[in-house]
T-cell receptor
Framework: DAGVTQSPTHLIKTRGQQVTLRCSPKSGHDTVSWYQQALGQGPQFIFQYYEEEERQRGNFPDRFSGHQFPNYSSELNVNALLLGDSALYLC????????????FGNGTRLTVT | GQQLNQSPQSMFIQEGEDVSMNCTSSSIFNTWLWYKQDPGEGPVLLIALYKAGELTSNGRLTAQFGITRKDSFLNISASIPSDVGIYFCAVIGGSNYKLTFGKGTLLTVNP
């Protein structure tokens, strides 16, 4: 039973570029959330997708967008990259919109130069 | 916004010692969670607390949900080298499902 899988594991981009990160939820999970974790900090909530719609959003600019597909997998897109976007991007999956525990992937390490 | 104060920031202990860390908030939360993150990996849920005053154990780990619903602590007994990592507290806020995390406690265990 595969857990949450994310790709790629590492990525290096230049300022101003765009990036797409991918996530496949744990089997049986239908809700995907994305978090940004800067070095030395706890993860910060970006947004959550359920039934292919963005349901909740944290305090992140519109440069951060996402998508959920019918198979529940998800993408995180970041446009016009800034140096400050360098971080570990974590995907977490869960069941429905209640308080079912989040299961995290191992993240994508994004470096913006 | 919501903020969790987690302490200590880091701990360096000897194998076999007990460890305690805690998390406080100025706001009331109905669910407190404790996660552990190993290097290069995502956070893994250790214990979830859903009821004020609740004391829950998971092996050598014990966590309590404060009666005021504004704090929680995590104890690790008889620490071993594989306990090394960053421990995060987190809360689920109100009707929003999103988690708010503390800044973490870095635990180092000296064999």
């Amino acid at each position: 039973d595969a857990g949450v899988t994310q790709s790629p594991t590492h990525l290096i981009k230049t300022r101003g570029q765009q990036v797409t990160l991918r996530c496949s939820p744990k089997s049986g999970h239908d809700t995907v959330s994305w978090y940004q974790q800067a070095l030395g900090q706890g993860p910060q909530f970006i947004f959550q997708y359920y039934e292919e719609e963005e349901r909740q959003r944290g305090n992140f600019p519109d440069r951060f967008s996402g998508h959920q597909f019918p198979n529940y997998s998800s993408e995180l897109n970041v446009n016009a990259l800034l140096l400050g976007d360098s971080a570990l991007y974590l995907c977490a999956s869960s069941i429905g919109q209640g308080n079912s525990p989040l299961h995290f992937g191992n993240g994508t390490r994004l470096t913006v130069t | 916004g919501q903020q969790l104060n987690q302490s200590p920031q880091s701990m360096f202990i000897q194998e076999g010692e007990d460890v305690s860390m805690n998390c406080t908030s100025s706001s009331i939360f109905n669910t407190w969670l404790w996660y552990k993150q190993d290097p290069g990996e995502g956070p893994v849920l250790l214990i979830a607390l859903y009821k004020a005053g609740e004391l829950t154990s998971n092996g050598r780990l014990t966590a309590q949900f404060g009666i005021t619903r504004k704090d929680s602590f995590l104890n690790i007994s008889a620490s071993i080298p594989s306990d090394v990592g960053i421990y995060f507290c987190a809360v689920i806020g109100g009707s929003n499902y999103k988690l708010t995390f503390g800044k973490g406690t870095l635990l180092t265990v000296n064999p």
